[in-house]
């Protein structure tokens, strides 16, 4: 059994955080059907695997037809949640919005991701991932000293502030619903998202704890914690902080604590110059037996193939082996229930789960584009 065992959602098809969100909610065992546009292009269109579609089928619809609209109507009459990353408005247009599916469906959580949110002056403007980074605050500070900010992977927006957040917005609003039987509508923006995981850095900034980007412990400021390049090109990350953790580091590059005060902020340039170039005295194979099993907080940058295969992650079973190769397993990890990365469901056992008689089977079917 998974912890979402026997909840049914309806994806409506996109790109980026919607589909994560699915696949997240899909991986702990939710009944998730995906509807799609005809001649949508998936991942694998996209140059990836399709990975985030993975764990539930699909339905081709034309959400223009009526009668494409009255099948997503029929579905969502069964479901206990929706997710959606539409720009505001559009769902009303197609005749799917809140207000008329919740009053169809009471218990109904309407889940919607969208980058700047549901209202504001910008809720209806275009944007990717960098920009709502951007708009949050969070992008200035991606950066080192006199250096322009960094773009990141699309982590931050699409993912961690975005898909991740909608589902735990959905998760909530469905224990809101069990409890009282009513249900909402959740409005997921990625700019309130990546601002929500800066909580912290925010924190710092109000206490004028904060300097300009790159000068602070937590942003490659500080020398115990950055990137360095070893004698092969290959880079090692330090990030020992608390003063045991850097003792056991500088005692490792055979450094003093006197000729490597951690907090006198005058010398951080200085020392990291030096230490850069101990770093590249040795091998990261090198530089890892040395500091393997130690308290150092110092580990090699392993890059996506290598971190699939090595060891810790092997034992722990991060990655799964999928026909596109090894991918990430499901997180988090539960004690007595168990989520793992699904054979995907063909829809007619998807819409068995739901509830549906053979009959409404076999008429979704025959009147839909059938995918996976």
Same mark, same amino acid.
């Given at each position: 059994?998974?912890?979402?065992?026997?909840?049914?959602?309806?994806?409506?098809?996109?790109?980026?955080?919607?589909?994560?969100?699915?696949?997240?909610?899909?991986?702990?065992?939710?009944?998730?059907?995906?509807?799609?546009?005809?001649?949508?292009?998936?991942?694998?269109?996209?140059?990836?695997?399709?990975?985030?579609?993975?764990?539930?089928?699909?339905?081709?619809?034309?959400?223009?037809?009526?009668?494409?609209?009255?099948?997503?109507?029929?579905?969502?009459?069964?479901?206990?949640?929706?997710?959606?990353?539409?720009?505001?408005?559009?769902?009303?247009?197609?005749?799917?919005?809140?207000?008329?599916?919740?009053?169809?469906?009471?218990?109904?959580?309407?889940?919607?991701?969208?980058?700047?949110?549901?209202?504001?002056?910008?809720?209806?403007?275009?944007?990717?991932?960098?920009?709502?980074?951007?708009?949050?605050?969070?992008?200035?500070?991606?950066?080192?000293?006199?250096?322009?900010?960094?773009?990141?992977?699309?982590?931050?927006?699409?993912?961690?502030?975005?898909?991740?957040?909608?589902?735990?917005?959905?998760?909530?609003?469905?224990? $809101?619903?069990?409890?009282?039987?009513?249900?909402?509508?959740?409005?997921?923006?990625?700019?309130?998202?990546?601002?929500?995981?800066?909580?912290?850095?925010?924190?710092?900034? $109000?206490?004028?704890?904060?300097?300009?980007?790159?000068?602070?412990?937590?942003?490659?400021?500080?020398?115990?914690?950055?990137?360095?390049?070893?004698?092969?090109?290959?880079?090692?990350?330090?990030?020992?902080?608390?003063?045991?953790?850097?003792?056991?580091?500088?005692?490792?590059?055979?450094?003093?604590?006197?000729?490597?005060?951690?907090?006198?902020?005058?010398?951080?340039?200085?020392?990291?110059?030096?230490?850069?170039?101990?770093?590249?005295?040795?091998?990261?194979?090198?530089?890892?037996?040395?500091?393997?099993?130690?308290?150092?907080?110092?580990?090699?940058?392993?890059?996506?193939?290598?971190?699939?295969?090595?060891?810790?992650?092997?034992?722990?079973?991060?990655?799964?082996?999928?026909?596109?190769?090894?991918?990430?397993?499901?997180?988090?990890?539960?004690?007595?229930?168990?989520?793992?990365?699904?054979?995907?469901?063909?829809?007619?056992?998807?819409?068995?789960?739901?509830?549906?008689?053979?009959?409404?089977?076999?008429?979704?079917?025959?009147?839909?584009?059938?995918?996976?």
């Amino acid at each position: 059994m998974a912890p979402l065992d026997g909840i049914n959602i309806v994806e409506f098809g996109g790109i980026g955080p919607g589909p994560f969100a699915g696949m997240l909610l899909a991986d702990l065992g939710a009944n998730v059907i995906r509807l799609h546009r005809h001649g949508e292009k998936s991942p694998v269109d996209l140059g990836g695997s399709g990975a985030d579609h993975r764990s539930r089928p699909g339905i081709a619809v034309d959400l223009k037809n009526p009668r494409d609209v009255e099948l997503a109507v029929r579905l969502v009459d069964s479901a206990d949640a929706l997710i959606e990353g539409f720009r505001p408005g559009v769902m009303e247009r197609l005749g799917l919005g809140p207000d008329r599916l919740l009053a169809r469906n009471p218990k109904l959580v309407y889940g919607r991701i969208t980058g700047y949110g549901q209202d504001g002056p910008l809720a209806k403007t275009p944007g990717h991932d960098i920009n709502y980074i951007a708009m949050s605050g969070v992008l200035s500070a991606l950066a080192r000293v006199g250096e322009r900010p960094l773009a990141p992977i699309n982590l931050l927006g699409d993912y961690g502030g975005g898909g991740m957040l909608l589902a735990f917005g959905v998760l909530g609003a469905l224990l $809101q619903a069990q409890r009282t039987g009513e249900g909402e509508v959740v409005d997921a923006a990625m700019v309130d998202g990546v601002a929500q995981l800066a909580t912290i850095v925010f924190s710092f900034s $109000q206490a004028g704890a904060w300097g300009a980007p790159g000068t602070n412990v937590i942003d490659s400021g500080a020398h115990f914690y950055d990137v360095y390049e070893t004698s092969d090109g290959l880079h090692f990350a330090v990030g020992a902080i608390e003063p045991q953790f850097y003792s056991e580091f500088i005692r490792l590059l055979d450094l003093t604590p006197e000729a490597a005060p951690q907090w006198d902020r005058s010398r951080w340039a200085e020392l990291k110059e030096r230490i850069a170039g101990i770093f590249k005295t040795k091998t990261r194979a090198e530089w890892s037996r040395i500091f393997e099993g130690t308290d150092a907080c110092a580990t090699p940058v392993l890059g996506l193939e290598e971190a699939a295969h090595h060891p810790h992650n092997l034992a722990r079973q991060s990655f799964v082996q999928r026909a596109e190769g090894l991918l990430p397993a499901t997180a988090p990890r539960f004690s007595s229930t168990k989520s793992a990365v699904r054979e995907t469901p063909s829809l007619e056992q998807a819409l068995e789960l739901w509830g549906f008689d053979d009959l409404v089977v076999s008429s979704i079917q025959a009147s839909s584009g059938i995918s996976s």
